[in-house]
Structure formats: C-alpha cells, structure tokens
C-alpha cells in the first residue's frame, strides 16, 4: 500500500493598511513566503494566514484581480486589498448597511452602553454563541463588532468588523471613524440598558416611581419603550456631551 505524502508548495504575500494589525511583527508591511499544501483555495489561505475574509476586499494575484475561489498552485506573487481601497478589480465586500445597526459579542461588552448612548441601534447578550450572532447579523442586516477574530472567519458572515483597540472609550471613537458616524449621532434617543427607543413622558405618569430628590429638581423626563427605564438630565449630562462633542 503506497501513501501520498501532501505536496507543498509556497507563494508571496504582500498585505496593505489595516490588514498589517492582523500580522506578526515580522510580516508587517512587508512582502513575505507563505508555505501551503495542496490547492487550497485563496481564501481559505488568508485565513489560515490569520485574516478573517470579511476585512479583504481585493486580491491581486499577478498582477490579475481574482475572487476568492481562486486555487492555490505555488510561485504566485499576491497583493491583498482591505475595504475602501481605490484601485480597479474584482471587490469582493458588499457595502455595508446604510441602517448602522451592529451586533457586538461578549468580548466588547463595555462599547454597548457608548454606542446606545449615541443613539446607535445596538443588539448585546452575554451568552450569545457565535452562531447565533451570525444569524442574527444576516437576518437584521447588522455588522458584527467583535474582538475575536474567530468569528470573522464564519463563511456565513457577511457583514464584520475587529475592533482593534482595547478601552472601551478609544473602541467608541474607533468604530465611529470606521463607519463615518459622526452626523449620525442621536444621543439620548436610545436605552443603554435594553436598546429600546426612548420617548419623552409627563412627569406626571412616572411621578410614582422617581425618588423624591428627583421630583423635586427635574421636569423632564424619557422612558424606554421596552424597559420602562425612566431617565432624566442629572449632572451627568453635561460630561456625556462634552465626550459627544470631543468625538
């Protein structure tokens, strides 16, 4: 009985601009030998490689725009493009939602609060699986925020990003670059705590239940459609919008 020993081959990478953060130091813009066995295909090899297929957007492979089904033989050299770049080819990313509706996983869970806060539509569970952040992301349109690369690599995900940085207020600012924004800020429309809607109420239908301090120094008052938290303008405000207007 004969056994057929993998055949191996390599080809050279050359990643560009953000995709240098998924990379070890010593591949860091710069063009580098990748070995492989077979003929895999070449998004499977990105990802092997360590970059999920949702942050590549272009693929050049000699000098040829190629898509992601495009197998492996050895001896290419490739150039690989994240989103927004201006060059001509084959893209590969959809655009993403114009509704700015996200899905963050349990690594981010700190971000939530800022973007609700923001008026940012913005789903969040403790204990939601991979696989169900993924199907929510598809079914609702919404762009996965996360801090784990895994769930980046999903074939199924279509909409995704890795947040890069690691306090929640810098991961705010982040991701309100990313996806421009900054116009779109509605703060103060939007539970922190449930996500739901927030709609101005008479202080006379929620009186029952406010302490008697606020009572006493407030008038106006916002409660959560699905929650029934009632907020008011306390002191904190002013702080809040000032970190708005810094933004």
Known sequence: ????????????????????????????????????????????????????HIEVDLIIVNGKSIDFEYLMIGGEKIQIYPKNTKLKGIHLQPKYPTSNKFIVDVNLGKLVPKLRLLGFDTLY???????????????ENRIILTGDIGILKYNAVKFGYWVRNTKPHLQVEEVIRRFNLKLLIKAFTRCSSCNGNLMVVPKGSIVHILPQKTQEQFSDFTQCESCQKVYWQGSHVDKILKWIANL
């Open 1 to 52: 009985m004969t056994t057929h020993k993998p055949i191996k081959h390599s080809a050279q990478f050359r990643f560009f601009n953000e995709l240098n953060d998924f990379l070890p130091q010593k591949f860091k813009n710069t063009e580098f030998k990748y070995q492989f066995i077979n003929k895999p295909s070449i998004k499977d090899t990105i990802q092997a490689i360590g970059i999920p």
């Open 125 to 139: 569970q403790n204990d939601y699986k991979d696989h169900k952040i993924v199907e929510v992301s598809n079914k």
